[in-house]
């Protein structure tokens, strides 16, 4: 069978990574035949591959049936636009758009179900997190009624900021922490267990670098259900955390330094409390360590699955659309912060869009005035 040709867009850290991981045939139904980045420069990071001076002459080169975007969030939505709309194959690094608003205009432009749309979601092949969200869908927690989830070992010196014009700016970057760390988790946070309707949030702004965009994000989300939710992130604490709690009708799920626990109730909690005659006691619980080990193929994975859905037609693992929920959250999260006021979902992408916009024009750091 004919490898089908792929081309990286942007040559950084992320999109040397992946050119390599092609070259080194970890892929095997993925070639790569071309390369390009805003700098000449980075063509030295892959002497191997054609070099083409610019993504719209690598998505007119005939060179490629498929792109990997990896360059700066603003322009996955135009680059990723343009590779669609000649017919190529689409796999987008995270996250898929800066902003709703243009998220809806890159999804817009797939408009052929026989081309592959697909994001760079690797964290979703990681076992743990699929043991969970099976855990939520074949009912084995029952009704969820609080998910706590506190993601600071995102943790990023001053040298990682200063590392690229673009980074935690409004104008180069469109956030901080929200728009580049957390898309994954987000991400997580709605494939594992829906999206919220409402959401209230407290950002904080260059608390721990001198930067404009939040490095720190305390997040409140509501359920149609009744559900609710802690969402809690940073990139300045150290040593930081990631623990994600769920408490459930059924008991209660703790996931922290890659150990699944589950402690399942006797009886449902809700009914425990009803029928109990006990004034303080609580259902007794059994503890079962879920069987998980790894964190799955991730990056690798999700590449040998885009190359499978253009193959043979293999459901994605994540489909770009996808892509647009996570982006919301991070917008209605900034926007809860910018307006000191819950944001109700679905969010309205043009009046984000204007509050981004508005954070650009006045932004020290930027160029459009
Ligand atoms: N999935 C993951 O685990 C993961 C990890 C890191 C980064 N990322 C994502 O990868 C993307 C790139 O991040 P990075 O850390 O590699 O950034 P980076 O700054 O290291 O690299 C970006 C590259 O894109 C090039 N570039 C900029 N504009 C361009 C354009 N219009 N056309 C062609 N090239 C252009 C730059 O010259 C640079 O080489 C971001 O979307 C980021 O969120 C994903």
């Not at 979601?121 to 043991?131: G, V």
């Not at 623990?243 to 008991?251: D, I, K």
Request: with cysteine; proline share 5%; glycine share 8%.
């Amino acid at each position: 069978m004919n490898k089908i040709r792929i081309g990286v867009i942007g040559l950084g850290n992320m999109g040397r990574v992946h050119a390599r991981t092609l070259l080194e045939d970890k892929v095997p139904g993925l070639q790569l035949t071309a390369v390009t980045d805003a700098v000449a420069k980075a063509a030295e990071a892959v002497p191997e591959v054609t070099f083409l001076p610019t993504p719209e002459a690598m998505i007119a080169s005939g060179k490629v049936d498929a792109v990997l975007i990896a360059t700066p969030h603003f322009s996955h939505t135009t680059i990723g636009i343009a590779a669609l709309e000649a017919g190529l194959h689409v796999l987008v690094e995270k996250p898929i758009s800066v902003h709703k608003a243009d998220a809806e205009k890159l999804i817009a432009a797939h408009t052929n179900p026989k081309q592959v749309f697909a994001a760079m979601f690797n964290q979703r092949t990681d076992p743990y997190y699929i043991a969970i969200r099976e855990m939520v869908r074949d009912g084995t927690l029952g009704p969820v009624r609080r998910i706590s989830w506190t993601i600071t070992n995102w943790f990023r010196t001053a040298a990682y900021y200063a590392s690229g014009s673009w980074r935690a700016t409004w104008e180069g970057e469109g956030g901080g922490i929200l728009l580049n760390q957390c898309p994954h988790n987000l991400d997580l946070f709605s494939w594992m267990f829906g999206q919220p309707q409402r959401v209230r949030a407290f950002c904080q702004f260059g608390r721990y670098h001198d930067i404009e965009v939040e490095d720190d994000v305390t997040g409140y989300f509501e359920y149609t259900n009744g559900t609710t939710a802690t969402f809690i992130a940073s990139t300045g604490e150290a040593p930081g955390t990631n623990r994600l709690e769920v408490a459930a009708e059924n008991g209660r799920l703790i996931l922290e330094n890659d150990k699944l626990v589950f402690n399942q109730n006797e009886m449902p909690m809700s009914e425990f409390c009803r029928t109990s005659k006990e004034a303080f006691f609580m259902p007794k619980t059994v503890e079962k360590v879920i069987a998980v080990s790894g964190h799955g193929e991730q990056h690798v994975g999700i590449l040998r699955n885009f190359a499978e859905a253009i193959a043979d037609g293999k459901p994605l693992i994540a489909p770009a659309e996808e892509g647009i929920l996570s982006v919301e959250l991070a917008n209605a999260m900034l926007l809860s912060s910018f307006e000191d006021r819950p944001v109700d979902l679905p969010m309205n992408g043009a009046v984000y869009e204007q509050a981004l916009q508005g954070k650009i024009a006045s932004s020290a750091r930027s160029h459009v005035k």
